[in-house]
């Protein structure tokens, strides 16, 4: 009975250790649950998904598909400088429902100027401009900005204008517009754009004051809003009636930078605020409060030391070192774990090894990604020559060996030949 009772009592520990286990997992859930219906948030180093909802199920984008656009600007125009004419076609191609009231038909612009006006303050018509002085046409640039979609990686991405105006075949993705946004952002120029507040338009041919100020459409770095955000860097906003209200967001806090991507939000949450906005803080502070940078291994480390076969007395120990700094995102409680590394060799190392030469492979996994470094020779390795010159003595000294035997046995046969003749004559 005391047994039983014993088996019991574990068996009810054990339940309400798992029951308590799912309590936390549930409030993890619950800290991460946001209302927006397709959403994604990645580290922007490395790209690693931290966090999905509906990330891959295509959406209308609305005018995050501008981050495209100047992506697509950015790779193709040498100098940003350069001026360009506004079309009469640039603005009347805008359909009617969308704006078109920040340009005049005939300005002359810098390209740098109209990418601030799409950036900023989302102009439609900037848009077009762009697409049609990097394209040629309209028509042109949107092939592009599709052939560079596949080039990036996107799998559900299909543009149909440089805008986002709404087109049943123009969609993307939360994981498609992480990637773009990625790329993006590595570009200074497109970071700095991004994170603008407002900017003021200079004079043009055509405009002759500097009254047009243009404001973010982003609250999230604006700060007379309710919702700005110390860590927001950017990123692009957008809405139309079919795709309700989108947001490309980026926040950085120390060394860490987050994208997130929020896509078909309803205007309001039900607590009765911006949805978007809401939701982007809610997944950069869940991140920023519970996740750290982790060093696993620094570039130049020593990983290991082995001895190499046939090397000098003085070279044959050998460090392995990292070719590569490898850094990764953990829980906080992960930082200062141990991480075990798997090494390979490649193959039978032996003398004689320069210095740099790579000679094998170190590899980490951690939450299921893995992470690996060449491992380079810590300095030259030379060949020992001592086992062949130990070979030479030996063979001399067999050599030597076998010409005086040689010599004793003629010796021998000519005492014999000696003795032999002796007797005969008596």
């Known amino acids: ?3 039983k009772s014993a088996m019991i009592a574990i068996l009810s520990i054990i339940i309400l250790l798992i029951q308590a286990m799912t309590i936390n997992a549930q409030a993890v859930e619950i800290n991460l649950e946001i209302e927006t219906p397709a959403a994604i948030l990645i580290e922007s180093k490395t790209g690693r998904v931290l966090y999905e909802k509906n990330a891959n199920q295509k959406m209308f984008p609305a005018s995050t598909t501008k981050l495209m656009t100047a992506l697509l600007v950015i790779e193709n125009v040498a100098n940003i400088e350069d001026k360009t004419t506004i079309s009469y076609q640039a603005i009347h191609d805008v359909p009617a429902g969308y704006s ?3 340009l005049k038909v005939g300005e002359e612009m810098s390209i740098k100027d109209l990418l601030y006006a799409l950036l900023v303050k989302s102009s439609n018509e900037a848009a077009n401009v762009l697409a049609e002085h990097v394209g040629g046409s309209i028509e042109s640039f949107v092939s592009m900005m599709n052939t560079r979609a596949i080039e990036l990686g996107c799998t559900n991405t299909n543009f149909q204008n440089p805008i986002g105006v709404h087109n049943e075949n123009h969609y993307s993705t939360a994981y498609d517009l992480s990637l773009i ?57 957008g809405f139309t009636s079919q795709a309700k209200n989108c947001l490309v967001a980026g926040a950085k806090k120390d060394d860490l930078e987050l994208i997130a991507v929020l896509l078909g939000a309803e205007k309001y949450n039900s607590n009765r605020e911006s949805t978007r906005d809401v939701d982007a803080k809610n997944l950069f502070e869940y991140v920023f409060n519970n996740f750290s940078e982790k060093e696993i291994l620094k570039k130049d480390e020593v990983v290991k030391q082995i001895e190499i076969k046939n090397a000098t007395k003085e070279t044959k120990n050998l460090d392995l070192v990292a070719a590569n700094q490898i850094e990764t995102l953990v829980t906080n409680d992960q930082v200062n774990k141990k991480d075990s590394a798997e090494i390979t060799l490649n193959g039978d190392l032996k003398a004689p090894i320069k210095k740099g ?12 990604i893995e992470y690996t470094s060449d491992l380079i020779a810590g300095k030259d390795v030379e060949k020992s020559y001592a086992f062949i010159i130990m070979i030479v003595i030996l063979i001399f ?26 007797y005969g004559r008596n």
């Open 1 to 3: 009975m005391k047994k």
């Open 100 to 102: 078109t009231d920040l």
């Open 181 to 237: 946004a990625r790329e993006a952002m590595k570009n200074e120029t497109i970071r700095e754009m991004v994170a603008t507040a407002s900017y003021t338009l200079p004079k043009t041919n055509i405009y002759d004051r500097v009254d047009r100020t243009i404001i973010t459409t982003n609250d999230l770095i604006r700060k007379s809003s309710k919702y700005y955000y110390e860590y927001a860097i950017g990123i692009k906003t």
């Open 357 to 368: 030469d790579v000679v094998g492979k170190v590899r980490y996994e951690i939450d299921g």
């Open 397 to 422: 000294l067999l050599i030597i060996a076998f010409m005086l035997q040689k010599k004793q046995k003629r010796k021998k046969r000519k005492g014999k030949r000696k003795n032999y003749k002796t």
